[in-house]
């Protein structure tokens, strides 16, 4: 439905450049888009490459396994299913380590591994688990503490303070994971009774 509706957009806009004799700037507009778009997506490549190297090397020094024990209690009470030496654990940490710091794109292969991994462990496979289910809620509501990928396009677009949605981004994000913990909570608690 959405692609429909940009289309509709689309096509109407080109109509009525044309009749009104400005099909130059509906050009000259979509070489400007997709040149911003290049220079863009070059310049989140430099971040993106940046913190996935990080956290590779977090990986490697044993640090993520560090990780996983440190914020074990906590991990444990939100995944309660999930066995003590699980490898989706690391894969979770590493998930919502790279969305705390706002690299929304860089979490999504450890999303990936982390859902490979407790579908391993998943007793109904044609079913989403519950640590599934709350794996899901964190990753997608998880508090962004430094928002890198917002920043850099911030900066790319030359914005004169690109850091000011530091503070905005910190209270959205964290009453969005504070609801979904609680709803998931309150949702399985019931489905317990």
């Not at 507009?29 to 977090?58: C, P, Q, R």
């Not at 794109?105 to 989403?128: H, I, R």
């Not at 998880?142 to 850091?163: E, F, G, M, N």
């Amino acid at each position: 439905m959405v692609n429909a509706i940009w289309l509709f957009m689309l096509v109407t806009g080109i109509i009525v450049a044309a009749l009104n004799g400005r099909i130059d700037t509906v050009t000259e507009s979509a070489m400007k888009a997709a040149e911003l778009g290049v220079e863009t997506a070059f310049g989140l490549i430099g971040v993106m490459s940046l913190w996935l190297g990080l956290m590779k090397l977090a990986e490697e020094a044993g640090f993520v396994r560090a990780l996983a024990r440190f914020f074990g209690p906590v991990i444990r009470r939100l995944f309660p299913t999930i066995r003590e030496d699980s490898p989706a654990l690391g894969a979770i940490i590493l998930n919502l380590s790279a969305n705390v710091l706002g690299l929304g794109n860089a979490a999504t292969p450890f999303g990936l591994k982390a859902m490979q991994e407790l579908q391993k462990e998943n007793p109904n496979p044609d079913t989403a688990s519950p640590a599934m289910i709350t794996f899901l809620a964190l990753n997608t509501s998880c508090i962004t503490l430094i928002p890198a990928t917002i920043i850099a396009v911030r900066l790319k677009a030359q914005s004169v303070h690109p850091t000011e949605i530091i503070g905005p981004t910190i209270f959205a994000t964290g009453c969005a994971m504070t609801i979904a913990i609680l709803v998931d909570y309150l949702i399985r608690r019931r489905s317990r009774s």
